[in-house]
């Protein structure tokens, strides 16, 4: 049988699909490319405020131990100076609930830190407005009859010299600049401990009014507007009362040393 005539058709092969991405699987991709950069950028915001946290944290430490240091070793001078040209020499050291006056034997190098002059020295630690704890510092009189002579700190006044202790009337007192310790202070408050007599228990009390006898330990508490996180600081007064009499044989009765 002959094929002759016959048409062979051939069927056409079918065309390959174009290549890419369909619209809906794009938007997908899109999408969780910008939750994966959301999330990285979450946890790159967090790691650096931890970050920053962390060094306010370690500034803050290394600031109170400066601060503390500081304290320690001004707390540490303090001298028991008596006044003079008074019915009864006292000690000159008032302790108060949230202000502490008091006399300091600066030595040479916390007097070049601090730009003072060595000897003696008038202190006043005490919170000032704005949550600042401050120390004020100037020359102390050795006629001075009380405090009334500290002036406040960066200003000159000429009728500093207290009253009629002064022996001459032109006698002039400059306030040393003062040292800001701490800022952010939200509360401050000291604390003495020691006893009454020399036979009775010592305790804690919230003032020192003893005219001749000093405390034998001082406590600072402080709060920053962080909150209570500067502990307790203490500190023991390294030199008694006894330093700064001067016993008078026929009375028997002490008075100051003479300068």
Excluded at 31 to 58: E, Q
Excluded at 120 to 142: H, I, K, M
Excluded at 163 to 172: P, R
Aim: one cysteine or more; a neutral charge.
């Amino acid at each position: 049988m002959s094929n002759t005539g016959l048409v062979t058709r051939r069927t056409a092969p079918c065309a390959a699909p174009a290549g890419g991405f369909t619209l809906i699987e794009t938007m997908l991709a899109i999408t969780l490319l910008a939750l994966m950069m959301a999330m990285i950028y979450a946890s790159l915001n967090i790691g650096i405020r931890a970050w920053d946290a962390g060094d306010a944290r370690v500034a803050a430490a290394s600031n109170w131990r400066t601060v503390e240091h500081f304290l320690r070793r001004e707390l540490g001078q303090v001298f028991p100076s008596r006044w003079r040209a008074v019915p009864q020499p006292y000690i000159a050291f008032e302790g108060g609930a949230t202000s502490l006056r008091y006399v300091t034997a600066l030595n040479l190098d916390a007097a070049l830190q601090n730009g003072a002059s060595g000897g003696l020295q008038w202190a006043e630690l005490s919170l000032q407005d704005g949550g600042v704890l401050q120390l004020n510092r100037q020359v102390f009189d050795s006629q001075a009859q009380n405090f009334d002579a500290l002036v406040a700190a960066g200003t000159t006044n000429s009728t500093a010299t207290p009253t009629a202790a002064a022996t001459s009337s032109d006698a002039t007192q400059t306030a040393i600049a003062p040292v800001r310790l701490l800022e952010n202070v939200t509360a401050f408050e000291i604390g003495y401990f020691g006893a009454e007599t020399d036979l009775g228990e010592p305790s804690w009390r919230t003032e020192w009014r003893d005219l001749v006898r000093l405390p034998l330990l001082v406590r600072l508490r402080i709060e920053t507007s962080r909150g209570r996180d500067v502990p307790d600081l203490v500190v023991a007064l390294k030199v008694g009362e006894e330093a700064g009499c001067l016993t008078a044989n026929f009375t028997r009765t002490c008075g100051p040393r003479p300068r």
